[in-house]
């Protein structure tokens, strides 16, 4: 991929819109997602085939619940919640990942190994160079209690694009499952609305949601709604960082993210 030095004019214009944009989503009303280990929309970017990455997921719950959603918990305030994943290029249209240890550091300075999960993504075969794209992933987690209501939990995560210049809008609808059955599948919905300022640096606003078990829908006040104002660099080191905060009281009040990315073998 071509990429514009920081010394080249173009990037320099590009890097002061991008600042201007992400302070401009910073102003904006923000939300959170629940307490998770790994806060992003799935592109349908693939890793290139036979390429090794590696990615640090980290976020932080600077204002939060100050209680456990599950006996025995990390409380959500002040706690720090992350995992590192490997991610392999199969071939242009499958990736496979595998993260462990997803981890948590509470507010009381305690350090938990939470969970270890795998993934396969299929996609069609170069996304970020389409208009039109769509893909599936299929994940696989063994939990502690402490983290999850069940040692095996799994998701099935569609996703779906379209770009028309710098413009990408993106939907992955998720379904989380417990294999409990098919009427207790939740739905979790995630989307992203970015504006790519160069083939470096972009800006965007993410939303996060989870309504609840497809059935029947968790009333209003007890869903997670989520807005993130999100900040991208694709450079080698690629960073993603972003901000929000709970737009109802069942949701977390500020959370930041922030993702960290290296080819292994490259």
């Not at 696989?140 to 779906?160: A, D, M, Q």
């Amino acid at each position: 991929m071509n990429r514009f030095p920081l010394s080249h004019p173009t990037a320099a214009r590009a890097l002061a819109r991008g600042l201007a944009f992400f302070a401009a989503l910073c102003a904006w009303p923000l939300a959170a997602t629940a307490q998770t280990d790994e806060i992003q929309v799935y592109t349908g970017e693939l890793a290139a085939p036979g390429e090794l990455s590696l990615t640090l997921h980290n976020n932080y719950t600077l204002q939060g619940g100050k209680t456990a959603d599950l006996p025995g918990g990390v409380i959500p305030n002040h706690s720090l919640n992350g995992v590192p994943e490997f991610a392999y290029g199969l071939n242009d249209w499958c990736e496979l990942g595998a993260y462990f240890f997803v981890y948590s550091r509470t507010a009381d300075a305690h350090y938990l190994a939470q969970s270890a999960k795998l993934r396969a993504t299929f996609a069609v075969p170069h996304a970020d160079k389409r208009s039109f794209f769509y893909g599936v992933n299929f994940e696989l987690s063994h939990n502690s209690l402490r983290w999850e209501e069940k040692h095996t939990s799994g998701e099935i995560r569609p996703i779906v694009g379209w770009r028309r210049g710098p413009v990408d809008f993106i939907v992955n609808p998720i379904l989380d499952t417990s294999f409990n059955g098919l009427d207790q599948l939740d739905f979790a919905p995630a989307v992203r609305l970015a504006y790519n300022f160069s083939e470096l640096w972009a800006g965007a606003v993410e939303h996060y949601a989870d309504y609840g078990p497809l059935r029947h829908f968790l009333p209003a006040d007890r869903q997670q709604q989520a807005l993130f104002a999100v900040f991208d660099y694709n450079g080698k080191t690629g960073i993603e960082f972003g901000i929000g905060g709970g737009l109802n009281h069942a949701t977390d009040k500020l959370v930041v993210k922030l993702m960290l990315s290296w080819p292994l073998n490259h």
